[in-house]
DNA sequence: ATAGCTATATGACAATTATCATAATTTATA
DNA sequence: TATAAATTATGATAATTGTCATATAGCTAT
């Protein structure tokens, strides 16, 4: 078991205001987890029993609509935490995630986060961040989805998908998406979907190898997501 | 200036759990304000010295897309706060806000309010309740948003309008807004929501007078927001 | 009360997007 | 490696939604 005070992830997340004790606190009680790419970290409607700090790896965030299409609202990466919506509101999850690549996490029981987050300012104010923070981007997808077309969201969408997690060695955007998860973050039809890329790509704003995506104009997308 | 201890409103949300101090703390720092229907109370990218307690009416939490269109994302009503994701994230507002009708409010310090996270612990994990509740109805609106067709989401509108601000004596739902208002909820053309209310009608599905909408069926209402 | 404005309503048409069909390509598996 | 299965791609067409035009109803201010 690996001590937390020593572990450089928490710095990513609002577990670095902790104090020593806290981290102490948490090492021996902490449990250690590895999921394969696929694997369903959790589930729609169940409870949770604490948060997860993610150490690496890429997992999707999704909801289910009526007619049975799934809408992915959400990417975690290494550095994020998951869960804390449902911890912190007391509430049954929301959303289900599923990991998008191989991925190693801590699972810390959720009496560990309300004591400190009863006890220590610091990690308090954070989270309130957070959840804030989510809940601030949650509102602008809301404009976006309602107002955008299907083609400005998916200029939307590569821009974000390039900034959130960066570029491989070759320019090409670092996450693996099927065409289909990409028409589930927009909410549209996979063919629309895979059509849109075409055009992109005849339009040379973007370069498609296989699943790879390189974006090559930058500022026409941004032009494209504003309506133009 | 009335004391917040003898107050009924604040039973109606976070400021119930508070103690007399700090109820007396906030009675006199807080300030009573009016608003007429239509009035600014606030705009994106402002920043927030406090939050505000509304003892009377409703309003509106839009958002400015590019194109200049606007998304009401939220509506506030009596008894709700006001301000908050702004204040616990400290960060600008990203929505702005219109009094619906005529208005009462109380607006409370941010110090007030931090001063009450820290120290009462009830207080802390009630707000960490309420953001994380936003967040969570944020998320299914994304994915009704992406998903749903216009008619669903009409259908999803009226239910919720109905359940959120009930019905007056003759069963019409008790909030009054303009056709192009409702299309801003749903996400569509002004003329398109007129038409698919008047589809609606057609149906016996609801009943129009003017800009009173009175649900006939809430059962085929429900139905259609879920695709059938 | 009436002129002028705004909101609501509806038709006609265009643009966008979804659906279904089928082919080409990639990936997984025996 | 060969074959099956899944994914990606593209065409054809239908359904949905947006835009523009115009009519009507309702409200506001002199």
Known sequence: MGN???CIIKELNSLRTLTNEE???????????????????????????????????????TKLSPNGKEQ????????????YRSVLGEEPVNLSVVALEDMDAC????KDIFDS?????DFSKDMFKV????????????????????????ADTLLFLD????????????????REEIANVIGTATESAIRLLSDLK??????????KIKIENKTALRKIGNGF
Do not use: W
């Open 72 to 83: 992915i609202v959400k990417f975690i990466k290494t550095g994020d935490m998951l869960g």
């Open 131 to 154: 959840v804030c923070s989510d809940l601030k981007e949650a509102n602008s997808t809301i404009a976006d989805m309602a107002q955008k077309t299907v083609r400005e969201r998916l």
């Open 163 to 178: 900034e959130t997690f960066g570029e491989d060695k070759e320019g090409n955007i670092d996450i693996k998406l099927s």
């Open 23 to 61: 981290l102490k606190c948490i090492s021996s009680h902490k449990n250690e987890m590895t999921f394969k790419k696929g694997d369903v970290i959790f589930k729609e409607g169940m409870m949770l029993n604490g948060v997860y700090c993610i150490s690496k790896g890429k997992c999707k965030l």
């Open 117 to 121: 987050i009863q006890h220590n300012k």
């Open 107 to 110: 699972f810390i029981p959720k």
């Open 4 to 6: 937390c005070k020593h």
């Open 202 to 211: 005849k339009e040379g704003v973007i370069c498609l190898m296989g699943k």
